[in-house]
């Protein structure tokens, strides 16, 4: 069973949540604009994979950070496009573009959207539910714009990107 980009999504939004509070399968579709089955599919894949705990519904965030820092990139690959209105993420959004010094003229990458407020390079998102997700939960939009960082990034995106991530997912 191939762990697919939502799965991420999914245990990203679980990571966030506080150690004591409990989800539903139905409360994190609402969340991450998906189905409550997408949901349920997801967290069975992670489990196969051992990402989590199926029976205390418990990540494993060491194996979910090491997936993250060494296998995204490969696996769940952005597409590239052309200059486009949108959201900006990796290098382009908090937390990473107060860290980064970077050329006037450096054109950040953005999840293409109408809504967008920024012309940028158009980066795809992890899923295509993400940047809904990621309107309502900013810590949420941090870790994607984190992950996209890692996915995308220059090396020293990607090693600031990878610190500052295992901070919010402890």
Known sequence: MALKPQDVLVLLKIALQRQDESWTYDSLAKQLS??????????????????MEPSTRRLNRTALME?????????????????????PTAHGA?????????????????????????????????????????????????CLALVDAIRAGRARDRKLAVSMLAERLR
């Open 34 to 51: 998906m189905s409550a089955a997408e949901v349920h599919a997801a967290t069975k894949r992670a489990a196969a994979a051992g990402l």
């Open 67 to 87: 997936l993250i820092e060494h296998g995204l990139k490969y696996v769940f690959a952005p597409d590239r496009g052309g200059i486009t209105r949108g959201i």
């Open 94 to 142: 908090s937390p990473l573009k107060e860290h980064l010094a970077r050329e006037p003229n450096d054109i950040p990458p953005v999840w293409p959207s109408p809504k967008g407020t920024v012309r940028g390079e158009s980066l795809s998102p992890l899923y295509k539910s993400a940047p809904a997700a990621a309107a309502r939960d900013s810590k949420l939009y941090e």
